[in-house]
Each structure stands twice: as C-alpha cells, then as structure tokens.
C-alpha cells in the first residue's frame, strides 16, 4: 500500500476521467465499491460502517486510523493480515458471523480495543493476530475452537475475561 506510512493523508483527488477508483468519506475503493483498498489515516472520523457493497478488504485497509469503533459488512468471510495494524484507538469491532479466519497482525497494535467477538465460523486465527492488543472480554461464539497461530493473543498481564459457549468442546 502506497500510503501506509502517511499519517496525515485525510484526501484523494482523482482525475475526472477515472474509472478505476472510488473515493467515498475518507476511503479508497475499487470502482465498483465491492473492495475497500484504504481508509485513509488523517481521516478523523471517529466510527466508520464499510459499505454492504464491499465483500473484500485489502491487507492493511486500516493501517493506523483513527477510528474508534468500525462495522464490518455481514458478507465478509476474512479478515485480512494487518487490517487494523497499529490502529491504537480502536476499541471495538464485531467479527461477522460469516468470517472464517483472522490474518496475522490483522488486531496488532490496537492497544485501546476494549471487547472483542470472535463469531462462531472462525476457524484460523493468525499468527500475532491481536498481539499488542489488550481486551478486558474476549467471546468466542465457536463451538469448536479455531486454529491459533503463534503469539496471537500475546497479552501482557492480562486480566480480562474469556467467554465460550457452555456446549464448547
């Protein structure tokens, strides 16, 4: 991602005889708007919902925003690696029920991230996954549990809780 490293950046100009790029409140899609490329990080939006349209999100989307809190469209089956890398004022987010697997680092950094759902369909969780990440109540809905890859939930001190359903084996 070409943008990664620009903190400040909050717009997007494009030519007006673009038709590959979308450039709707502070995010970068594809023209048909099913694919969230970036969510710029000088945007200071405090909440942002992804458009029922988007069915994929690229690696690193939220690199770094601003956002406190993000809904994620019912279409998505994966979070992908490093979505909300270093996105320290995250605090909450629901996981889909459709998601299947969370990529490495996709939580990594998000230090205020206060609640987290893992839905029941979620069958991978990558390697350092929400590491750096630090919340008081994880709930997985899964029945089964997923596989968990190294370091994904690397928690110093942590003292929350973690909830699974009474049926869970």
């Not at 673009?18 to 709707?24: P, R």
């Not at 992908?80 to 270093?86: N, Q």
């Not at 029945?143 to 690397?154: A, D, H, L, Q, Y």
Request: with cysteine; proline share 7%; hydrophobic share 40%.
């Amino acid at each position: 991602n070409p943008f990664v490293y620009c903190p400040s950046l909050a717009n997007l100009k494009f030519d007006e005889a673009n038709t590959d790029y979308a450039f709707v409140d502070g995010a970068l899609f594809d023209a048909s708007k099913t694919t969230l490329v970036y969510y710029l990080p000088g945007n200071t939006a405090e909440s942002y919902e992804i458009p029922s349209t988007v069915r994929f999100i690229s690696e690193g989307a939220f690199f770094g925003s601003q956002l406190k809190s993000i809904t994620l469209p019912d279409v998505i089956t994966e979070i992908p690696a490093m979505l909300f890398y270093k996105s320290a004022k995250l605090e909450t987010v629901a996981i889909p029920a459709g998601v299947k697997s969370i990529g490495k680092q996709a939580f990594d950094g998000c230090a205020s991230l206060k609640k987290l759902e893992i839905g029941k369909n979620v069958t991978s969780i990558g390697e350092r996954a929400f590491y750096y990440a630090y919340p008081s109540t994880i709930i997985s809905r899964s029945m089964t549990p997923p596989s968990i890859g190294k370091e994904s939930f690397w928690i110093a001190q942590y003292n929350g809780k973690l909830k699974v359903p009474t049926e869970a084996t």
